[in-house]
């Protein structure tokens, strides 16, 4: 492809959407629009909007990535700036932020605290001389990454908030100078300018930095557009960490350490006066949480509590939770028909046993069998019940799993964390052997990612459209004219490449999901979103042409990546008056990305519809 649109030196810039790859070419005439369109994968070409836009499909991140790599240059990349995404519900907001900040960090903060776990192990054991240099070396390189936590997270705070790195770094590095942590034992009291300062440790931290790294972006911005250019390189951040430092020392870092002991409180409240039914909770819930991505939630109260209680009773039950998944999905391996299932089951349970990542076997196995997940949490919930009645913690930050289990012998009852763990296992593993694997879910030729629907009273239709398969019906995402998806003013779309479907010219900017399903894409710019029905249909929702180019301006997203959505819930909403005061034609497009796999697709007659109304009918 680079050879295609006239190598390296020919390409100005590059992004992608949803399905194109979107290049800049300083001469568009040294491309070879045939020899690109020849190359397998690549579904058109299309020039418009000063672009010369490749045609891909699904795999245009992959692609993208490739391909800047391949020329060597910096793609402008598909995120638009913070203040042009998508905003979702507080909730959704939240989680998304501790994901973005957090994960970054995250494999080397478990790799390393693996280190930590064996050390504490050896030294627990006697196995290596605590008062040797050996000891000192290796306690050290275990700890650093915990005790200068802050600035880790000042980097990943920085990087989402679009503050200046450095400054970050020099905020978070005074929170954790030796002299500041001093004096949180001092017996004088502490005061900056005759202000009193409430000192707190700092060292292992978590969300006094990611609010003071918050303020700072805002600050910096200010003070960019306030101070003149002359001396702006070098004021901002000498008054941002003039202003940032006490004014964290003094407000963010009491404040937020004090909201941050008051849940983690709370959670130890409900350990010590209720472990079996926290446990249960915990054990059983945990991985819908990981499935809605909700467990980041609770990450910076466990690393909280490890930084301020030296243990983390939350971490408890979820070695139970992580590894009756895994269990399932073996039980699932050793039923099931399907070759291609299985491919995905061995291998994945291997990874949730040995390093805690269950994603694989969840998403490819036990989700879309149902039975398996379903015994799985229940695996979970009597295992982390067990677990926490015995006072069950870890005494690091760890991904849970077999390797992982030596940070749980510092706190609580380690034989009752193995009991637990034994009996999630068990009980995952036995009744998925038996009862999770049936003809209505489970057949040789089911992929990994897929199953018949299970119901656990089924009726007579149930069992025919599992066995069968039925017409499913989608319908109008928003009221307006609908049209031929020939007739849409995008000749990719309208040519069909990208699947079957419609067009739908907008009467109003209230748009609502097409069908039931997952959503697995919400795009940056909220132009766009992907939706799996449980019947196996990617559909696509394209509001407006070309219109990713408009960065988010005039974009809401109602939903977020991973959640579940009815027909008729609210999807995005968008404002048809700025799509056209921007030059771009508002038809929206409902494609059906996955036609080649399905039965017929037909289309209902032009003419208006509203919300709601069905225009496509699929033989799924």
């Not at 007579?460 to 599992?466: F, G, I, N």
């Not at 909403?573 to 030059?583: H, R, V």
Request: proline fraction near 6%; glycine fraction near 10%; include cysteine.
């Amino acid at each position: 492809m680079l050879a295609g649109v006239g190598g390296t030196e020919n390409v100005a810039s590059a992004s992608h959407c949803i399905t194109r790859l979107r290049l800049k070419l300083k001469d568009v005439s040294k491309a070879d629009k045939a020899k690109i369109e020849s190359i397998n994968g690549v579904l058109s070409v299309v020039e418009a909007g000063g672009q010369y836009q490749v045609v891909i499909g699904d795999e245009v991140p992959v692609v993208y990535d490739y391909f800047t790599k391949a020329a060597g240059i910096s793609g402008s990349g598909e995120v638009p700036p913070d203040d042009d995404a998508p905003k979702g519900n507080l909730l959704d907001r939240f989680i998304e932020l501790i994901s973005s900040i957090f994960l970054p960090i995250l494999w080397p903060l478990a790799g390393i605290a693996l280190l930590k776990a064996f050390l504490s192990m050896a030294a627990q054991f006697g196995w290596i001389d605590t008062a040797a240099s050996t000891y000192a070396i290796l306690n050290a390189t275990a700890d650093s990454v915990f005790y200068f936590l802050p600035m880790f997270l000042a980097i990943t705070a920085a990087k989402r908030f679009k503050a200046n790195q450095f400054t970050s770094l020099a905020i978070a590095g005074a929170l954790v100078y030796p002299t500041i942590v001093a004096l949180t034992a001092s017996a004088d009291p502490v005061t900056f300018f005759g202000i009193p300062v409430v000192m707190m440790y700092y060292t292992s931290s978590v969300i006094p930095i990611i609010f003071a790294v918050w303020i700072q972006g805002h600050l910096e911005r200010i003070l960019t557009k306030a101070l003149p250019a002359m001396i702006r390189n070098f004021t901002v951040p000498l008054i941002t960490v003039l202003v940032m430092v006490p004014l964290t020392l003094i407000v963010v870092g009491p404040i937020t350490t004090v909201v941050a002991s008051g849940i983690s409180a709370g959670v130890q409240f409900l350990f010590v006066h209720a472990p079996w039914a926290a446990g249960a909770i915990v054990g059983g819930l945990w991985q819908v949480l990981v499935i809605f991505g909700l467990h980041w939630g609770l990450v910076p109260v466990i690393i909280n509590d490890l930084g301020t209680l030296g243990y983390s009773l939350l971490a408890g039950p979820l070695p139970p939770a992580v590894l009756a998944q895994a269990a399932a999905a073996v039980a699932v391996a050793i039923r099931t028909k399907s070759k291609a299932r299985r491919e995905v089951a061995l291998p994945g349970a291997a990874s949730g046993f040995l390093a805690g990542v269950t994603e694989p076997i969840i998403y490819g196995v036990n989700l879309p069998m149902r039975r398996p997940f379903y015994f799985g949490l229940a695996g979970g919930a009597v295992g982390g019940m067990i677990a926490a009645i015995g006072g069950s913690a870890t005494t690091t930050f760890v991904v849970p799993s077999l390797l992982s289990l030596p940070a749980y012998l510092g706190q609580g009852s380690f034989v009752m964390q193995l009991l637990g763990i034994a009996a999630a296992v068990t009980i995952a593993f036995v009744l998925t052997l038996l009862f999770g694997v049936t003809s209505q879910n489970d057949s040789p030729d089911a992929g990994p990612d897929e199953a018949l629907p299970v119901e656990e009273a089924e009726t007579e239709e149930a069992s025919a459209r599992a066995l069968t398969g039925i017409t499913r019906s989608i319908v109008s995402p928003v009221n307006g004219r609908l049209i031929a998806l020939a007739d849409v003013p995008d000749k990719v779309f309208a040519s069909g490449a990208l699947g079957a479907g419609v067009g739908i010219v907008p009467s109003d900017g209230h748009f609502v999901a097409p069908i039931a399903g997952t959503v697995v894409t919400v795009f940056p710019t909220g132009h766009a979103y992907g939706i799996k029905s449980d019947d196996g249909i990617d559909l696509l929702v394209h509001i407006g042409i070309d219109t990713v180019a408009m960065k988010g301006d005039g974009f809401t997203a109602e939903v977020t990546k991973g959640q579940r959505v009815n027909a008729g819930d609210a999807l995005a909403t968008a404002d048809l008056a700025k799509i056209s005061e921007a030059g771009f034609d508002p038809t929206t497009i409902v494609v059906v990305t996955n036609t080649k796999s399905l039965g017929a697709i037909t289309a209902e007659q032009p003419g208006q519809v509203a919300a709601g109304d069905a225009v496509l009918a699929v033989e799924a």
